[in-house]
């Protein structure tokens, strides 16, 4: 999507501009720094419903923080300080958020900068102190197969009275590997930004290069099926991690069950176990055939029904229950305060889908209900992703259903100036951003759900017992190595 | 009742997968047997320069990660998809070229290594970076499906308790220090395996300021397997090679 003409401020007022938009009901959904001369560019981009925004000023040096007036800006500004060597004056937390690296010079400004030394810069203490309190630091490898990450809980006795993420330690420095010529095939690269969610990367990677053509028909349908099958083998993955971390193995094991099978279906169907491939600019790779289209409904339907199976174990059995039910609350006004996206907003009462408000590919002639609870614990999540996976479901045979014959890749045009493209993940909505100047990608921003889902977890883990953490780690479902890049 | 009796249609109670099976399937590699005239297409449509067209055509299977961009490109239509191998021993036996041919893997790890760690293998899985498919994968080789505990792997929740280090990932400068201090944990004798192409050479990531390139440079590693990411049943079957079972 182009972003047209941007509402220019003067840096000293950016907050109080992004600060009188959120208090309209707009929501910060990116904030990125584009290098200019003498200065940068700071772009925060805002969406309401299905109107974008992006209020843009000149900064050079340093300007005063967003945070101070929108909370949810302030891990953008992290990142914009230690990435681009833009300075937030009057930030409340200012530590590095995802590159952790002394030297000088910074890594998204086109002079060259230095990394000194092998070392990260050492993590900070909790900022709590006192007799009987004690900080447990966990990771960056952790006792189960998941990715890496450093979390501090202050405890005191059993419960949770502070808990800081700190993490960085996937950061590849891909936004860097995405500048070049915008001829280059960029889909490789943004599907292995997060693996588990490559068809939504690319798909936000496409959109940018396409420009606003259209692809065809057909392309946009099998789209949706990728988008939806990536989706239910997400939150599949997420509803049998939930009954592993409380030992109920037996569903733990349908569960994985459930998944496998659809996974086998798509490298059958689509010739890559995560779907890897399918998406390119312009359209997708991979034509469907009749066999094709019977196979895939058949493995969907087998995972949509194998979903509310297990949610039915989960259900019926007192002692997951328990375990799952007022466990890692997220409150309404935290969501909103944190600009929290995708299941998570969704669980604690905040309606947010990119699907329904700015629908792209077909999904603006399909029928779905987008599904909302408002308790905002483990268990709301579950059932969210459960009831989702249904939805899912239904839109992939809407599609089916629906399918003619034609072709599925077209020629596009990348258009220069200031594109995005947002397209709701298994985790939520999805950001990438990328500044074209002379058939240059100038800057690229990518911004995974994750990113800003992480500070959520933070205020949702309070009160809660450590042992209960992994059960809120799990529920949330973020990528490590998507808001690290 | 009915609606029990349809569910269980849907998930037959199978046990799972025998070696034959899980061995049926095949991971396909683009492969130049002869006819080429070394044009170079295929090498710059490779988004992890994989292939070499200098000498010979040739293919570093610890860099490609099989997305066959290479085959559409050729104009005389001369890369074929071929099996690729399960595993390597060595970094350099990963290169294939017409005097090279890919071929069923071979070889096992050395003796006495062998012979103190016997048929159980303790794994630790360690993420250096990896864009978490190899993740999604090697949490399935525990499914039903896989099920590699019957086999004797399982993975441990300390390095202090693991035989194996599984490293995903390229190494990227910020996990170097926590690789390498898992390393020292682990106790000796030890197996370091490379897992995907992002273990054994940086794969797509590789050429970046801090997204390193590969496990190699920072740990010695025993054994290569290559995919983007690799099937669970190829991770399953390369470990159970490598230690001479089956």
Redesign the interface.
């Known amino acids: 999507m182009r972003l047209g003409d941007p509402i220019a401020c003067d840096p000293a007022l950016l907050a109080q501009y992004v600060k009188a938009y959120c208090d309209e009901g707009w929501r910060v959904v990116s904030m990125f720094a584009s290098e200019s001369s003498p200065g940068s560019t700071v772009n925060v981009l805002l969406r309401r419903g299905g109107e974008v925004a992006r209020v843009a000023s000149e900064t050079v040096g340093s300007y005063p923080a967003v945070s101070a007036l929108v909370p949810a800006a302030s891990v953008f500004e992290r990142a914009m300080w230690e990435m681009s060597g833009v300075v937030p004056e009057g930030h409340g937390y200012l530590v590095p958020a995802i590159y952790w690296r002394k030297g000088d010079g910074h890594p998204l400004q086109k002079a060259p900068y230095s990394i000194d030394g092998e070392e990260r810069v050492p993590l900070p203490n909790n900022p709590i102190r006192g007799a009987g309190l004690f900080e447990i630091p966990v990771g960056p490898v952790h006792a189960g197969v998941i990715e890496p990450g450093h979390f501090r809980f202050s405890v005191a006795g059993e419960p949770i009275l502070e808990m800081r993420v700190h993490l960085g330690y996937a950061h590849k420095g891909i936004e860097k590997m995405m500048e070049g010529p915008v001829s280059r095939n960029r889909a490789h690269l943004a599907e292995r930004i997060s693996g588990d969610n490559a068809v939504a990367h690319s798909l936000a990677c496409a959109h940018i290069v396409e420009g606003d053509a259209p692809v065809p028909r057909r392309a946009r349908q099998i789209r949706v099926i990728l988008s939806e099958i990536e989706r239910i083998h997400n939150h599949l993955d997420v509803l049998a991690g939930l009954c592993t971390d409380c030992a109920f193995s037996v569903a733990a094991a349908y569960g994985s069950e459930v998944r496998e099978r659809l996974l086998r279906a798509n490298r059958e169907i689509f010739g890559n176990r995560l779907l890897m491939g399918n998406v390119v600019p312009g359209g997708v790779r991979n034509d469907l055939s009749r066999e094709d289209v019977s196979k895939l409904e058949a493995a969907v339907m087998h995972a949509g029904f194998g979903a509310k199976k297990l949610e039915g174990y989960i259900r019926r059995t007192p002692s997951v229950v328990d375990r799952l039910e007022t466990t890692g609350v997220l409150r309404t006004e935290d969501a909103l305060r944190y600009g929290t996206v995708g299941v998570v907003a969704r669980a604690s009462g905040v309606a947010s889908d990119v699907r329904a408000e700015l629908p792209y590919e077909e999904y603006g002639a399909l029928s779905f209900n987008p599904v909302s609870l408002k308790k905002g614990d483990v268990m709301s999540r579950a059932a969210v992703r459960a009831d989702e996976i249904v939805e899912s479901v239904s839109l992939i045979l809407q599609c089916t259903s629906e399918m003619e014959e034609g072709e599925i890749r077209r020629g596009y045009e990348t258009p220069d100036g200031l594109s995005c493209g947002i397209v709701e993940s298994p985790r939520g909505e999805l950001v990438h951003c990328a500044d074209v100047r002379d058939g240059e990608v100038w800057r690229y921003s990518i911004r995974d759900p994750s990113f800003v889902n992480w500070p959520a977890m933070e205020v949702a883990v309070l009160d809660n017992i450590v042992p209960d953490f992994p059960l809120i780690n799990k529920s949330f479902g973020l990528s490590y190595s998507g808001n690290d890049v | 009742m009915i609606r029990r009796s ?2 269980n249609l ?2 037959p109670k199978k046990p799972a997968e025998s070696i034959e099976e899980m061995g049926s399937r095949q991971l396909l590699m683009p492969f130049v047997r002869g006819g080429c005239d070394g044009c170079g297409k295929c090498a710059s ?1 490779c ?2 320069g994989a292939i070499d067209v200098g000498k010979e055509w040739t293919i570093d299977l610890g860099k490609c ?1 099989f ?3 290479c085959v559409g490109e050729c104009p005389l239509s001369a890369i074929e998809r071929v099996p690729s191998p399960l595993y390597a021993l060595k970094r350099e036996d990963l290169v294939f070229g017409a005097s090279r041919p890919p071929g069923p893997a071979g070889g096992a790890l050395d003796e006495p290594t062998v012979a103190a760690l016997g048929e159980s293998v303790s794994i630790r ?16 080789m ?4 896989y099920d590699m505990g019957r086999f004797g792997l399982k ?1 441990v ?3 202090r308790h693991a035989d194996m280090l599984l490293v995903t ?2 190494m ?7 690789a390498l ?2 390393f020292e944990a682990t106790p000796s004798p030890k197996v370091v395996v490379a897992m995907g192409t992002c273990a054994i050479s940086g ?3 590789a ?6 390139e590969g496990v190699g440079d920072t740990l010695g590693v025993d054994l290569f397997i290559p995919g ?2 690799p ?1 669970p049943e190829r991770a399953v079957l390369a470990i159970l090679r490598a230690f001479g079972r089956q």
Not at chain 2, 172 to 178: E, F, V
């Open positions: 349809i569910l849907l998930s449509a988004p992890s990660i997305c066959m961009d899985e360690l993420d250096t970076g990896s864009c978490n498919g190899c993740e999604v994968e090697v949490n399935c525990s499914n039903p499906y993975i929740a300390s390095p990932g390229p990227t400068n910020n996990m170097r220090k926590a201090d898992t794969g797509i990531f050429g970046g300021d801090v997204s390193g983007c990411p099937p």
